[in-house]
């Protein structure tokens, strides 16, 4: 039996197609705000962070109503990184809505979040989004996204996918890319007719599948996800299956039930097969994990979430400024908030190193998820220190393998050849290229370890116009070395305030990370030498003063402004024998041994 009154679907898309923007729309003509509420912008992009960086990191539910039927909407993250959030969610729901930029076209994260949704056997509604841009190119996109399909697979249901036309600023949809639509009311119909209905044992035992994890302060944890038959009422006894261990069972019972309607939790007493519901009272629930009803205790095979491909090392910040900034600085605050963050992020593994008390291994999905983690526990009141990102490898049939990224680019003519050279030196295998208008798409694949510390140099060669995306792709056999970095790092020779004589002696070397009046410490990296060494500088120097009377007057000394970087690009800079001190209120640079001469002797140690 299926229930006609209810469609749950997922929005899948690259990072900044529009999903949001589309959602919130679809929210103002559900009628969710009342006549007198004010309408919030990206409304589902709730996190502080999410908002600044235009990226939806976790995956959120709401829903509204058209036509006396509840459509359950989970809104996705478009990024590779977040992928762990996006292959679990789309077990919640039973179709998907793909969403590409009329002018960009699919890229490699559509791909990836795709080929997971047609594994499912989800049917497909594609949605060409941003139709009103001056540079769409609608009708190739169409063909694009069709030959995507065929290149996953699809079967000829899926090919067979209704497509529409959509300007989510705007608010509106059509059928064909020629009319102008009035409102959504073309996507609303469309997911009524092509979207099945979710199936509905409502005379079953209870059975549910935990997709989600969200915590409140008041009621601890709840459990977010399908019910996949029976219905629960409020204070019904339950069971927990635990998803690491399917033998281990628990007992609990499920205090408050809450289902979602537009952007609220709406308490309910009971609810059947078929809904996306809330659920509190159940202490440590992790995802994945099964809710029964005790007369049938059955574990629901959850989503195999992709193994990580990238590791860091999180430590106790140990510099001559530790505990300085922070509210939590020791291992324990740091452990207890590393293996509570593995709760809601499926695709995080935390391990303690070994023979230290003080240090964690964080391993991910990349890059960008490692420093979201970062940068949200910075501005929690933490204070640590980061090694630079590793590569996992694997050993696969005897052989080293190491991860390979699929990375799109999408530069001007002008500079296709010093991508081309950059990237053939990272061990780059080149794909495609496409001309695009006066632009070319580039398609590689390039080691995880090649694109360390390129992304920066990829905006200089291109001047700030290239545009690039990477998804993993697989596993291959070991590449040989790959150069990190081509420069150097200037180093602070004493602890004290930085000064502009010093500067300005300094800047001669290369380019500062700091201005004048800044507390530095020995062995502080406080900016970048052209050359492939290090150089040790005295930025705290000041001028000695004589009684002597200068000849002439003292010429102002003029100081190049510095350059900040931001927490990606202090990651992208680290060499191996340096680390990031991150606290709430700066990011240093360091060296792992901060005094010169030691440094020098187990750089001899080395080569010897």
């Known amino acids: ?25 679809m929210l103002k003509q559900g009628g969710i705000y009342r006549e007198n509420q004010a309408t919030v912008e990206r409304v589902m992009d709730s996190n502080d962070l999410e908002r600044e960086r235009g990226i939806t990191i976790l995956a959120k539910n709401t829903a ?23 292959e679990r969610i789309l077990k919640m729901v039973n179709g998907v809505i793909l969403l590409v930029d009329a002018a960009e076209g699919p890229m490699p994260q559509t791909r990836f979040v795709l080929s997971r949704a047609l594994e499912l056997g989800h049917r497909v509604i594609v949605v060409v989004n941003k139709i009103d841009r001056p540079d769409q190119r609608i009708h190739e996109v169409v063909d694009e996204v069709l030959e995507l399909l065929m290149d996953l697979d699809a079967t000829d249901e899926q090919l067979d996918s209704p497509t529409l036309f959509c300007s989510g600023r705007q608010g509106t949809a059509s059928y064909s890319p020629d009319v102008v639509g009035t409102d959504l009311v073309p996507l609303f119909e469309t997911i009524l007719e092509y979207i099945p209905a979710p199936e509905c044992d409502t005379e079953a035992p209870f059975q549910m599948l935990v997709s989600s994890i969200d915590y409140n302060d008041f009621v601890g944890r709840i459990a977010i996800g399908r019910i996949e038959r029976g219905t629960i009422k409020q204070n019904q006894e339950i069971v927990v299956c635990n998803y690491h261990n399917p033998d281990e069972s628990k007992k609990a019972k499920a205090v408050s039930l809450y289902t ?12 059947a097969a078929g809904e996306i519901i809330a659920m509190s009272g159940i202490g440590d629930i992790t995802i994945g994990d099964t809710i029964c009803a005790p007369s049938a205790v059955e574990p629901i ?22 505990g300085r900034e922070g509210k939590f600085v020791t291992s324990r605050q740091l452990r207890d908030r590393l293996f509570r963050e593995t709760l809601k992020d499926v695709s995080l593994r935390v391990t303690e190193v070994e023979n230290s008390t003080d240090s964690f291994n964080v391993a991910g999905r990349g890059e960008m998820s490692l420093s979201i983690l970062i940068e949200t526990m910075r501005r929690e009141g933490y204070e640590f220190q980061v090694s630079p990102p590793r590569v996992l490898y694997q050993e696969i049939d005897g052989v080293k393998c190491e991860p390979v990224e699929r990375v799109v680019t999408d530069v001007p003519a002008d500079n296709v050849g010093a991508v081309m050279e950059k990237l053939g030196a990272r061990k780059a295998e080149f794909l495609s290229m496409t001309p695009v208008g006066s632009r070319m798409k580039l398609e590689f694949l390039v080691p995880s370890r090649g694109l360390f510390g390129y992304r920066n140099e990829f905006l200089t060669d291109t001047k700030g116009e290239g545009i690039m995306a990477s998804v993993f792709e697989k596993y291959v056999p070991y590449k040989g070395e790959i150069q990190r970095r081509n420069t150097g790092s200037l180093v602070a020779h004493e602890t004290g305030e930085s000064v502009a004589y010093g500067l300005f002696s300094a800047q001669d070397r290369g380019a500062l990370f700091i201005g004048a009046g800044v507390p530095v410490y020995e062995g502080m990296v406080v900016g970048v030498c052209p050359k492939m060494e290090d150089i040790t500088v005295n930025v705290c120097r000041k001028k000695q003063l004589t009684n002597m009377r200068a ?20 990651l992208e800079f680290l060499a191996d024998d340096e680390i990031l001190e991150v606290t709430p209120e700066n990011l240093r640079l360091r060296k792992r041994i901060l005094n010169h001469e030691q440094r020098m002797k187990a750089q001899k140690g080395k080569k010897s």
């Open 1 to 25: 039996m299926r229930n006609e009154k209810l469609r749950n679907v997922a929005i899948i898309a690259h990072v900044d197609h529009g999903k949001t923007t589309l959602v919130d729309e």
């Open 64 to 86: 509204v109503h058209y036509k006396d039927t509840k459509i359950n909407i989970v809104d996705t993250p478009g990024h590779a990184d977040f992928g762990g959030e996006v």
């Open 260 to 271: 979602f309607d537009g952007l609220a939790r709406t308490p309910v007493t009971e609810a």
């Open 301 to 322: 095979e959850f989503v195999k979430i992709s193994a990580p491909t990238l590791e860091m090392t999180f430590s106790v910040n140990d510099s001559p400024f530790a």
């Open 551 to 570: 000849s002439g007057s003292d010429e102002a000394l003029r100081l190049v402004p510095p350059r900040i970087l931001s927490l990606e690009q202090c």
